[in-house]
């Protein structure tokens, strides 16, 4: 069974730090594209970071640009999102994803991704 976990997430004043953790397992990502969405009360899921199977390829969104880095490991099958000046509209359940087919292009649709964590809860406080 194909799972996507995520960790990380919790509650952390203005101008704070938190570094999310995706752990796959039942298969390798190492060449997949990988994601993290967002999606807060009210709201549509929306794209944050997403990375292509060459590590070296990331995609932001503007509103995080220069504020988080996407990364992996595939040696450890893990997706990161570290997120640094985090703002109050930062906070939404955090998603990580993956697309199935393997070196597909880096896409800012949800509905391009087949597999999907659970989410985790980022909370930022003012």
């Known amino acids: 069974q194909v799972q996507l976990v995520e960790s990380g997430g919790g509650l952390v004043q203005a101008g704070g730090s938190l570094r999310l953790s995706c752990v796959g397992s039942g298969r390798s990502f190492s060449t997949n594209t990988m994601g993290w969405f967002r999606q807060a009360p009210g709201k549509e899921r929306e794209f944050v970071a997403g990375?292509?199977?060459?590590?070296?390829?990331?995609y932001y969104a503007s509103s995080v640009k220069g504020r988080f880095t996407i990364s992996r490991d595939n040696a450890k099958n893990t997706l990161y999102l570290q997120m640094n000046s985090l703002k109050p509209e930062d906070t939404a359940v955090y998603y990580c994803?993956?697309?199935?087919?393997?070196?597909?292009?880096?896409?800012?649709?949800?509905?391009?991704?087949?597999?999907w964590g659970q989410g985790t809860q980022v909370t930022v406080s003012s």
């Open positions: 994803a993956a697309r199935r087919t393997e070196m597909a292009a880096v896409s800012r649709s949800a509905n391009e991704y087949d597999y």
């Open positions: 990375i292509w199977w060459i590590a070296g390829n990331t």
